[in-house]
């Protein structure tokens, strides 16, 4: 079993839809980061969080210690958001990456 | 754009050669990460250097080696090339031991 599971591993949306991509995790963590990665193999990282919740723009980012959950939402989807969307956990002084739930939003 | 640089974006060679991957961090940005991304394994961990220093070691390959020199920039050496070794490296940075990452876009090594 990997350590960082993400589901679902395929995404697709229309255009306007709210999308949520799930991240649980079965190691002890300091934190939880959210990457995009674009078709053209580029990776941006949209959230580094440790508890709570973050927003940025349309993209809110959550989490719970406790369940060793994350939830990264998109709301009012657009076909620019269609990349695949990474979890990937601090253990200790490394990450741990998730295979990643790829996105494709139709107009 | 992230701030980070990596050289060369492709490079093609031939098993059992040798080849070096540069990365320029962020300015400012004491920590340097390398990860690998294969079609199969999807993103590794390599190995991370903090202001000249290794910091921590995933499943870096004992063909490969790193190392961050006093201006802070960083480079992968990866010899004795085998196909396997086809991949996406990135190169990342943050401030400090992990926080917020800045990826660089990547050296797409192919072996043939």
């Known amino acids: 079993k990997n350590e960082v599971e993400q589901s679902p591993q395929n995404l697709t949306a229309q255009e306007g839809e709210f999308i949520t991509i799930n991240c649980s995790y079965s190691?002890?963590?300091?934190?939880l980061h959210w990457l995009q990665q674009h078709p053209g193999g580029g990776i941006v990282s949209l959230f580094m969080?440790?508890?709570g919740k973050k927003k940025h723009g349309r993209l809110i980012a959550t989490i719970n210690i406790q369940e060793k959950h994350s939830s990264l939402h998109i709301t009012a989807s657009h076909p620019r958001d269609s990349a695949v969307y990474i979890c990937?956990?601090?253990?200790?002084?490394?990450?741990?990456f998730g295979t990643g739930t790829r996105l494709q939003v139709f107009p | 754009d992230s701030g980070v640089t990596q050289t060369p974006k492709h490079l093609i060679t031939a098993t059992g050669q040798r080849v070096t991957l540069r990365c320029s961090p962020r300015?400012?940005?004491?920590?340097v990460y390398w990860y690998q991304q294969s079609l199969d394994q999807g993103l590794q961990f390599l190995i991370q250097?903090?202001?000249?220093?290794?910091?921590a070691k995933g499943n870096i390959l004992e063909r490969f080696s790193a190392q961050q020199f006093p201006d802070l920039h960083s480079e992968l050496n990866l010899s004795s090339l085998e196909l396997g070794d086809s991949a996406l490296y990135f190169c990342?940075?943050?401030?400090?031991?992990?926080?917020?990452?800045?990826f660089g876009e990547g050296s797409r090594l192919t072996v043939l």
């Open positions: 990342a940075s943050s401030a400090q031991t992990l926080g917020e990452l800045f």
């Open positions: 190691v002890g963590i300091s934190a």
């Open positions: 969080l440790s508890s």
């Open positions: 990937a956990v601090e253990d200790t002084d490394k990450l741990i």
């Open positions: 300015s400012g940005d004491l920590s």
């Open positions: 250097y903090y202001n000249g220093e290794e910091r």
